[in-house]
């Protein structure tokens, strides 16, 4: 029992003399804490086009766009269209009847012209009868000219009886601004017309964005369930729309592929950004709403702030102060923070170590 407890007391101060070795010598084990399961990528430097996103809607170039007005008083008859429908050129639009003091002046000016011309017969008969002189028969005849050209002008006007107005080019009807039964002056606009192949995207973009914007930069339109189109900045504006707050820009469309009024967004292309291109989901943000990636450094996590450059799909251009040696942390990132150990996930998403 004695012999026991001696060697007890001996294994005991081994033990003791080998922790005071290792403490003295720095040999001690750390405590490293725990470990977070992640997936790493390289980094790979690229580029990405710079693009800013817009809305807007599908309109007529102001060059394609024409308004059918009245050519005189009148009382709408029938309208042979309606808005949105397309016609070809030539087509009825609408017919036109005479007002009632139209009517009358149709009435006067035939009485004119047929009194006018009665009168110019007389002064010719006076005249071979010595009755009449030139004069009087050179006045008489000029009466009857400007009567006859009074007639011929309410004539084409359409103050003899109902007149139709045709489309002047094939077109879309863009608006109808009248109604049967009508009193519409001189000059009053009854249609809008848009020739359909010469359509623009009229878009509003926020006053810090537009200045970055250029006349001649490429821009990718979509609508809805649409395939995106090219086209190309062709104006920029340099003032607000009091109505929206926006700046406006106009994009050329290719013909066929929208149809007037259609809502559309367009991604316009303003330059490239180069730096690292990464995966969406290495982004994270933290409490003050910055960006940043996780590094693991000699399989330390280390956070580094970072500037988002450009963003397309599910990759982001980014740049910062990276350490460029060490792999990029992607699944598990956001559970990390400065100093933790990561381990690396195998195949099948359980820990490779």
């Known amino acids: 029992m004695v012999k ?10 081994a033990a003791l003399a080998v922790t005071g070795m290792l403490h003295a010598s720095g040999a001690e084990p750390k405590d490293q804490g725990p470990s977070v399961l992640v997936k790493l990528t390289k980094l790979q430097q690229g580029s990405l086009p710079k693009t800013i996103t817009a809305n807007g809607s599908v309109q007529a170039d102001p060059s394609a766009r024409h308004t059918v ?34 009517a009358a002046a149709y009435t006067q000016a035939q009485s004119a012209l047929q009194a006018a011309t009665q009168l110019v017969e007389r002064t010719r008969t006076m005249l071979g009868q010595r009755l009449a002189t030139a004069q009087q028969l050179a006045d008489a005849v000029k009466s009857q000219a400007d009567a006859r ?9 359409g103050a003899g009886g109902p007149q139709i107005l045709r489309a002047p080019f094939p077109a879309i009807v863009a608006a109808v601004s009248t109604s049967p039964g009508a009193v519409v002056a001189q000059g009053a606009a009854l249609l809008d017309l848009n020739r359909p192949d010469a359509l623009m995207l009229e ?11 250029r006349v001649g930069d490429a821009v990718n339109t979509a609508a809805f369930g649409k395939q995106p189109v090219p086209g190309k900045v062709v104006l920029c504006g340099r003032l607000v729309d009091p109505r929206t707050g926006l700046v406006p820009v106009d994009v050329t469309l290719p013909p066929g592929q929208f149809l007037a009024g259609e809502a559309v967004q367009a991604d316009i292309v303003t330059g490239e950004a180069h730096g690292y291109v990464v995966p969406h989901e290495a982004i994270l943000v933290n409490d003050s709403g910055d ?11 280390k956070k580094v702030p970072v500037r988002v450059l450009a963003t397309r799909g599910a990759q982001d251009v980014i740049d910062g102060p990276i350490d460029t040696a ?12 400065n100093g933790m150990r990561v381990r690396l996930a195998g195949p099948d998403g359980a820990s490779a170590q």
């Not at 050209?149 to 006007?157: D, F, M, Q």
């Open 4 to 13: 026991r407890y001696r060697m007890l007391r001996l294994v005991l101060s």
């Open 326 to 337: 060490s792999p990029l942390v992607l699944a598990g990132n956001h559970q990390l923070d």
């Open 69 to 102: 007005m009245a050519p005189l008083s009148a009382v709408i008859g029938e309208i042979y269209v309606r808005t949105g429908q397309e016609v070809a050129g030539g087509a009825p639009l609408v017919r036109l009847g005479p007002t009632p003091q139209g």
């Open 149 to 157: 050209a009074t007639l011929s002008e309410l004539n084409v006007e």
């Open 291 to 301: 960006p940043y990636i996780v590094q693991a450094v000699e399989m330390v996590a």
């Open 203 to 213: 878009l509003g973009v926020v006053p810090e964005q537009a200045g970055a914007i």
